[in-house]
């Protein structure tokens, strides 16, 4: 039996499927378009097509899996529920799922329904609660960093306790691993420090010997840019939500889960700048 990792294009799925296949646990990858992987992948990987928005791909997709790394995917008319009702029937025995620290006191995000809707399923999960991604630097803000030297969000003068999507990973093989331990926990994974996006260019800029700076817009500047440079409306909002508790002052809270769970600490930012720094470097 297979574990199937969902989000295999993403930030946190791809470091889960290379953490599982690197301890030699068998795994099915999932994405949209097989073919496309595989280009890209070759036979490092097994994939197995996946769209959430389809019932027809659930049935295969589940075939021989018994544990599920859960993602919630983006998109329009995901049928959550139902995917979670086949794998329930297809005598899957345990579900991580992907959700965000402080969920508890967000209800109107997709992980708060989410999260009641796995308790409700009788199947046992593990709920990994992550705090803001590292990895977010050289995504969705890499490009302003790489072309103008400055991180560009409206996220004020909020401490994030920033923690790397490879102990995200890291945490999930130890719970699929040892499934039975984890049965029905919660784990919140953060850095073991909070920074705010001042201290962060600072650190950039001694990483990368260029200067990075912190422009720290307001939504209202921050839109209008994005959509000056074509970005979408709908992303472009989803940003803005995403970075709102750290202007709030709310995403500061560091827990010790990780270093419960691997005995170690976890990446800090500095770290993580000097491994990724060929990102921000211009060509």
């Known amino acids: 039996m297979n574990t199937l990792v969902t989000g295999f294009n993403g930030k946190v799925g791809f470091e889960v499927a290379r953490k599982l296949k690197e301890k030699g ?19 490092e990987y097994e994939f197995v097509a996946l769209d959430f928005s389809d019932p027809t791909t659930f049935k295969s997709a589940l075939k021989n899996i018994n544990k599920i790394f859960l993602m919630y995917p983006p998109g329009d008319q995901i049928e959550f529920e139902l995917f979670l009702q086949q794998a329930k029937d297809n005598g899957v025995d345990h579900i991580v799922y992907l959700s965000v620290k402080d969920v508890q006191f967000l209800p109107f995000i997709h992980h708060f329904k989410n999260e009641k809707m796995l308790k ?120 803005i939500g995403i970075h709102f508790p750290t202007k709030l002052g709310l995403a500061k809270g560091i827990t010790h889960d990780f270093e419960k769970l691997t005995h170690k600490k976890p990446t800090n930012i500095k770290t993580y700048i000097e491994d990724y720094k060929d990102n921000w470097v211009k060509e």
């Open 25 to 43: 646990m068998p795994i099915n990858c999932a994405v949209r378009n097989v073919e496309k992987a595989k280009q890209k992948y070759g036979n």
């Open 120 to 239: 409700k399923l009788n199947v046992p999960y593990t709920f990994i609660r992550a705090g803001y991604f590292m990895q977010n630097l050289n995504d969705f803000l890499g490009k302003e960093i790489k072309e103008r030297n400055r991180i560009f969000i409206p996220a004020g003068k909020g401490k994030t306790s920033f923690v790397d999507t490879r102990d995200i990973a890291e945490v999930v093989y130890i719970t699929l691993r040892d499934s039975q331990k984890h049965h029905n926990q919660k784990y919140v994974i953060t850095g073991d420090q909070a920074v705010d996006f001042y201290e962060v260019a600072t650190i950039m800029t001694e990483v990368l010997e260029t200067n990075i700076h912190y422009e720290n817009p307001s939504v209202k500047e921050f839109k209008e840019f994005m959509l000056q440079i074509a970005e979408n409306e709908a992303f472009i909002n989803v940003v």
